[in-house]
């Protein structure tokens, strides 16, 4: 009588496991988990460019539309470099392809600087959604946000997170929001009311604007890099990986960007006040108290993800630039070797410190404000996907491709004439100036371990190991 029961259990379990390791579930545990930072980014770059709009409302959906055009125009031409560099690297393995590995510092030094932001602003704007939930809270906001960033890089001494924590809570967050959407977009819509705006003409105030808000973008690059965690799979498969995961990106970011940007119009959610942010006010007045409070939660915890997310990638950059004795004797990379260093869980624990001091540093200093630090966001990653673009134009040049070239080109000009309006608000100049000096300094000491090569492959080595 029991025979049956026992012998199907077993047949039971190996259906489960080859379902959880067939195609389908690993592209969609790669897919959310490497978009939780642009899905993260929507926690705040909203209110980001209404702040730069100076309130005006009647000018949020047009800003935030340019904001995702520019957006696709950056994943289209990722989709080409993603075909080139199937087993990773992006924009650095493309630099040093096409210019050589010296140029691959520029890339470099953009992601470390990028890294370090990432950390920064996700810790203070989960900060942030604590504080809306927990006004008595905000007297606490910077020790709040250090305990955070602290927490978050002790977890991980015990090694990386799996993709499908960082997945889940992607889809957690993205299927609260369609709760939050569909009650914003059928509640009763509050009567507009005029804004002080900044004073400039409506096309001006736009383009002065949205550059604020392609903070956005930050994330939007790397799947190009981490479809080297796809070990499993051969280029085909990662290259349909990465693109997958690029337009389904675009898909949902823009989605959520532009869907909670008609909320946020249609129910005259404006500047928010001193304690709260925009999108807990849209959560609030969109849903109940007992959603909103889930919703909360689920925005703290993504960001979370993506400062966790950025608290693996950064050091295992710096591991992959360390010096090492190969066993066939020859040396390779730049950085002291204790960068390298690493404990059983394969944490490079002395390159972990390095970006918590850098990070508790700038939340101290821009005190725990994500819409501070939102200020110097978004420069460096620019500059990585400029790079890599004409890395791609030179490629496709040679190749005598006019189409693909134009594609690179057009794409590089905006991003160019972006990174410019951006570096005309004065804040970004820091974070340029910070990924040079990274990529300066990175060039001298690779010429003085004698230019090992490699270099051009750092992005990628991190990557791969990044899923031990």
């Known amino acids: 009588m029991d025979r049956p029961a026992t ?9 489960t496991r080859a379902l959880l390791y067939s195609r389908p579930a690993l592209l969609i545990a790669f897919a959310f988990a490497v978009m939780a930072d642009p899905v993260s980014s929507v926690a705040y770059a909203i209110e980001a460019a209404l702040r730069a709009l100076g309130g005006d409302l009647s000018l949020l959906l047009p800003t935030m539309a340019l904001v995702v055009a520019v957006v696709a125009v950056v994943i289209a031409n990722y989709h080409q470099l993603v075909a080139r560099f199937p087993e990773g690297g992006g924009a650095a393995a493309a630099a040093g392809s096409a210019f050589g590995e010296a140029w691959a510092f520029i890339p470099i030094g953009a992601l470390i600087v990028d890294f370090v932001l990432t950390i920064a602003i ?9 504080i809306a939930y927990l006004p008595s809270l905000a007297p606490w906001r910077v020790p709040l946000a250090v305990v955070v960033v602290i927490a978050v890089a002790a977890l991980t001494w015990f090694g990386h997170l799996g993709r499908a924590v960082f997945a889940a809570m992607t889809i957690a967050f993205v299927a609260v929001s369609a709760l939050i959407l569909t009650g914003g977009l ?8 005029p804004s002080p705006g900044t004073g400039h003409p409506a096309t001006v105030a736009i383009l002065l604007a949205f550059p604020v808000a392609m903070a956005l973008a930050t994330g939007v690059e790397a799947p190009s890099s981490a479809i ?9 498969g990662r290259r349909r990986f990465g693109r997958i995961t690029l337009w389904l990106t675009l898909g949902i970011v823009g989605t959520l960007t532009l869907g909670l940007t008609v909320v ?7 500047i928010p006040p001193p304690e709260s942010t925009q999108i807990a006010e849209i959560a609030q007045a969109s849903v109940g108290h007992r959603l909103y409070a889930i919703f909360q939660v689920m925005t703290a915890l993504l960001l979370l993800a993506a400062a966790s997310s950025s608290f693996q990638a950064g050091p295992g950059l710096l591991k992959a630039l360390a010096r090492r004795t190969h066993p066939e004797g020859h040396e390779t990379g730049i950085l002291h070797h204790r960068m390298g260093a690493a404990n059983r869980h394969h944490t490079p624990y002395w390159a972990v410190a390095v970006f918590l001091l850098v990070s508790v540093g700038a939340v101290v200093i821009a005190g725990a404000q994500d819409q501070e630090l939102v200020l110097f966001y978004a420069v460096s990653v620019f500059v990585s996907f400029l790079v890599g673009l004409v890395a791609m134009a030179r490629f496709e040049w040679q190749e005598h491709r006019p189409w693909a070239m134009t594609l690179s080109i057009g794409g590089a000009v905006v991003i160019a004439f972006t990174l410019f309006i951006n570096l005309l608000r004065g804040y970004p100049t820091v974070s340029l100036a910070a990924a040079l000096g990274i990529a300066g300094l990175l060039y001298a000491l690779w010429v003085r371990a004698g230019r090992p090569r490699g270099i051009a492959q750092a992005v990628m080595d991190a990557e791969s190991e990044s899923d031990h």
């Open 7 to 15: 012998t199907s259990a077993p047949s039971s379990n190996r259906r």
């Open 122 to 130: 996700s810790v203070s704007a989960a900060a942030s959604a604590v």
């Open 186 to 193: 059928t509640a009763e819509a509050a009567p507009s009311t």
């Open 228 to 236: 080297a965690q796809l070990g499993q799979l051969d280029d085909a």
């Open 264 to 270: 946020a119009v249609r129910l005259g959610i404006g």
